[in-house]
Nanobody, 114 residues
């Protein structure tokens, strides 16, 4: 069973940056289109960025131009570079496949506040 471990969250001021990482166990990571999701308090989990196994990317409108998703298949890791952070980006961030077919990890908390 593939396990997902997210890291890199923290407290940052508005306008700041963070880089999240998600490492997957198992050797078939390269096969999946991977996504970063987030869930804010009282809200449903939403997909914010996707990267295919070929490296094509797509973003939610709310993060387009500020966030960048990338992957390193040799390291079984997907990244989310977050720039120009806003208070509304505050959430727990998770990674999963595009169809969220794997068990969810514990996520990593991102708090944007002055």
């Amino acid at each position: 069973q593939v396990q997902l471990v997210e890291s890199g969250g923290g407290l940052v001021q508005p306008g700041g940056s963070l880089r999240l990482s998600c490492t997957a166990s198992g050797s078939i990571f390269w096969f999946y289109a991977m996504g970063w999701y987030r869930q804010a308090p009282g809200k449903q989990r939403e997909l914010v960025a996707i990267i295919t196994n070929g490296g094509s990317t797509n973003y939610a409108d709310s993060v387009k131009g500020r966030f960048a998703i990338s992957r390193d298949n040799a390291k079984n890791t997907v990244y989310l570079q977050m720039n120009s952070l806003k208070p509304e980006d505050t959430a727990v961030y998770y990674c999963n496949t595009q169809s969220s077919s794997l068990d969810w990890g514990q996520g990593t908390q991102v708090t944007v506040s002055s």
